[in-house]
């Protein structure tokens, strides 16, 4: 791109330029070269001027030089004496015009004085000499003859000498053909040939200015307004590759100069990225302001101010582009938009501009959430499948058929009759406690989809709980969790069943009525350990002629367990420091026993932890308003009361084993759902006992 | 051979730039583990550059590039940080630093990036 950048200012018209400097100065050398031809020339006429007078006086100088002899052969002196004088004169007069021939000088004439070089023509020099010689010896031979006598000025007329005088005059006679042939005609018309080559010479300068000066200007016209035709065109075709460029780009192109003032062009796709045309010339803020989000448009300002420090390297703050990727402002009702916006310097010798990129990026941003949302699926799977088989196939199997037969419950709860607001909260304290439960067995079979999908859901029946108006719409909600519920339910069991976990060991159930509850006991076990895990504690759990419960009351025993195994670990056994402190083994224990005695069935569960701590309980029960017994004390049985009720939970968190208060109340319903009764007792730091009788 | 200040709270990452530093000409001429001292040392010492963390007791990196620019408005800083923050860096960058490197920092993106704001010393 470099070399078609236009070259600026002068260099583009250097040729042109150069050009004319030559053709001035060719023409200025003419012209001078005119000047100094018209001055010789002109010198060349003022001696010849002086030719001429030479001429004139030499001419008038032999006449009278001839009528001095006749004069004086006559006798007429009087005459003689007169052009003595005159020839005198004359002579004077030739000489001063030898010397201004000879030695260049200046000759007057009518007031003025004009000035003469010297003769430089060798020939004419020569001529000149010889011609003042023969006026020297005629001077020399006219002064012998009118040879003046000492202290005497004018010539005598007596004193004459006819010899010197004779000779004299023949001297000139004899000269008159060379003087007036070569001397000085000769002289005259080579000198006016001189002249007019002169003149002709004037004459061709002038013409080959005329000429060079119009080859000039038609080469003028065609080579150098060509080149510059030539240069438009380039331009021209830069300037549309430009356009074409901006046209077809697929991003949003333009430059914001130092003042963060939009330029003047912009790439078409501009205004389909950002829903505006006429951004030239406006302020890069009110642009950006109708697009990203107003906080994001401090950051920008203040990120591109640090790009246009020459200070910053670009490189070294370039992640911190805050609208790298970033939401549109759209309106409510349009779609979600995403834009992704980059910026560079544009160097200039110095940084002049900022170059601004936009890209329409909404479908990476869909595909990359689509792609997230496919990988969080498949790692559920994943997950799901691990869990599947790294738990005990017994337990999963039994789970997943609890966890079928709660959906089914629910199920027929909602389908129920009765819309008023206090059956509604009935059939939403039912499904808490039902989802509560799954919660607590999924979470000892390590199931974690299900732990999870059973928190959210329980959190959502928590919140209707609390709602004082219920109506049919509010489970809506609890219909989706239920189908999700449903979903995972179908998917756990195909994918188990592919596994090879459905042994058939229902059999044995429908035999005897009695059954082999070990999968059981090895759910409960599993579920103390991970719970004591979990809360940094050591538990043992051991359980005595727990096989010979019958099989009508095992899943709601086992429910009535699973909350008192996790409320012992959490509650009641303390932390192996805590037990050494007191003197006890650092590991807890927990025992299950049952037995039968006069047809009744009697499950005892007991742990040698801390003991019920009545006082906390009633404090908890002050705090939830509960009236008490006498005086501000409550008694025993009402605490118990309490515990059992729902709601109460000694423990502040709500972790995932105990703490919503609502394992007591699961307790209330399989008792009922069993006719069985509890009792409770307690030792303050040694143990706490349940005792759970019911009819066989 | 160029003379550089090192300002970080963490003696490892200290010792660390100091380490990598080495293998080029350049020196670590003195290490910094808040603001104030990193203000003090520059006075002191006047070196060819900083490398500043911005999380750090006493005076933080913000505030203490602002000082030195203060001080010496031709001042080249490095900021060496952990932060992800990008309006704090940006800041940083507006009071006066010539970068920023996040950690954890290798070897030769610190060099590249020390080179890089060596260059942009106008002489």
């Known amino acids: 791109m470099k070399e078609n950048k236009p070259v600026s200012g002068l260099k583009r018209y250097q040729g042109m330029l150069l050009s004319f400097v030559a053709y001035t100065l060719v023409v200025v050398g003419l012209l001078y070269y005119n000047y100094r031809i018209s001055q010789t020339s002109e010198m060349i006429g003022y001696q010849n001027d002086i030719i001429g007078r030479l001429s004139d006086d030499t001419i008038m100088m032999h006449s009278a030089a001839n009528e001095v002899l006749a004069d004086a052969l006559r006798g007429r002196n009087e005459k003689v004496d007169q052009q003595a004088k005159t020839i005198t004169d004359t002579l004077a007069g030739l000489q001063l015009y030898f010397d201004a021939l000879e030695r260049g000088g200046s000759y007057g004439d009518l007031g003025y004085d004009t000035p003469v070089d010297a003769l430089t023509n060798p020939e004419h020099i020569k001529r000149l000499a010889s011609f003042n010689n023969i006026i020297n010896n005629f001077k020399l031979l006219w002064t012998e003859a009118f040879q003046v006598p000492e202290g005497s000025e004018q010539a005598s007329i007596q004193s004459f000498d006819l010899t010197n005088l004779s000779r004299a005059v023949d001297l000139i006679n004899g000269s008159m053909n060379n003087i007036y042939d070569i001397y000085i005609e000769d002289t005259w018309s080579e000198n006016l040939a001189q002249m007019a080559k002169y003149a002709a010479y004037s004459r061709n300068i002038m013409i080959a200015i005329g000429v060079i000066t119009a080859l000039y200007f038609i080469v003028f016209v065609f080579y150098f307004v060509r080149r510059l035709g030539v240069a438009d065109r380039k331009l021209a075709l830069a300037t549309r590759e430009i356009e074409d460029i901006m046209e077809t780009v697929k991003e949003g192109l333009f430059l914001v100069d130092k003042e963060l003032t939009v330029g003047s062009q912009h790439s078409s796709q501009l205004k389909h990225i950002i829903g505006q045309d006429n951004i030239a010339n406006q302020k890069l803020e009110q642009v950006l302001g109708k697009v990203i989000p107003g906080d994001a448009l401090e950051s920008t300002r203040l990120f591109i101010n640090q790009l246009m420090n020459k200070k910053v390297v670009p490189e070294l703050i370039d992640t911190l582009n805050p609208i790298s990727r970033v939401r549109m402002k759209t309106n409510f009702s349009d779609p979600e938009r995403w834009l992704s916006f980059n910026f560079s310097r544009v160097m200039d010798q110095e940084i002049s501009r900022i170059l601004v990129s936009v890209a329409d990026i909404t479908k990476e941003v869909e595909l990359e959430r689509r792609l997230e949302e496919a990988k969080a699926k498949h790692d559920e799977q994943i997950e799901l499948l691990s869990s599947l088989l790294s738990s005990d196939p017994h337990l999963v199997e039994a789970f997943l058929e609890k966890s079928r037969k709660t959906a089914s419950y629910i199920n027929n709860v909602l389908r129920e009759e009765g819309y008023d607001v206090r059956e509604l909260k009935r059939k939403i304290d039912i499904i808490f406690r039902e989802i509560h439960s799954l919660k607590g067995e999924a979470s000892a079979v390590k199931l974690s989809a299900y732990v999870s999908l059973c928190e959210v859901f329980e959190n959502r029946v928590q919140v209707l709980k609390r709602q004082p108006d219920l109506t049919g719409d509010d489970f809506l909600s609890v219909a989706v969790y239920l189908e999700e519920l449903e979903v995972l339910n179908d998917r756990a069991t195909t994918v188990f069943s592919r596994l090879g976990g459905n042994r058939d060991h229902g059999t044995a159930h429908l035999a005897t009525g009695m059954v082999d509850n070990s999968h059981g006991l090895d759910l409960l076990n599993s579920l103390a350990q991970q719970a004591a895990k979990r809360n940094g504690k050591q538990v043992r759990l051991c359980s005595e002629n727990t096989s010979h419960l019958p099989q009508n009351v095992q899943q709601p025993l086992q429910d009535i367990l699973i909350q008192m195994v996790r409320n012992a670990v959490v509650h009641g056994i303390e932390t192996p420091e805590q037990r050494q402190q007191v003197g006890k083994q650092k590991e807890g224990n927990i025992r299950i026993r049952f037995a039968e005695k006069n047809g009744q069935g009697v499950l005892s569960f007991e742990d040698d932890g801390r003991g019920i701590d009545f006082d906390q309980l009633a404090r908890i029960a002050k705090e939830r308003g509960i009236a008490p017994d006498n005086g501000d004390g409550y008694s025993r049985n009402k605490l118990i009361a309490v515990m059992f009720a729902s709601g109460v939970s000694t423990v502040k968190t709500n972790s995932e084993d105990a703490g919503r208060g609502v394992g007591t109340s699961i307790i209330q319903d399989r008792l009922r759902q069993i006719n069985g009764k509890i009792s409770v007792n307690s030792q303050p730091g040694q143990l706490t006992r349940f005792v759970i009788a019911f009819p066989m | ?123």
């Open chain 2, 1 to 123: 051979m160029y003379r550089i200040l090192v300002v970080d709270d963490s003696s490892v990452v200290r010792n660390l730039i100091e380490r990598i530093s080495i293998k080029e000409d350049l020196t670590v001429i003195a290490k910094a583990s808040n603001g104030e001292e990193a203000l003090e040392l520059y006075k002191r010492h006047k070196p060819d550059l900083v490398t500043m963390d911005l999380t750090m007791p006493k005076m933080d990196g913000i505030e203490c590039i602002e000082q030195i620019i203060g001080a010496d408005p031709d001042a080249l800083i490095l900021v060496v940080s952990a932060l992800s923050d990008k309006f704090t860096l940006l800041q940083a960058i507006d009071r006066g630093a010539r970068g920023f490197l996040n950690k954890p920092i290798d070897e030769q993106t610190l060099l590249d990036a020390i080179q890089k704001v060596l260059a942009t010393r106008e002489n």
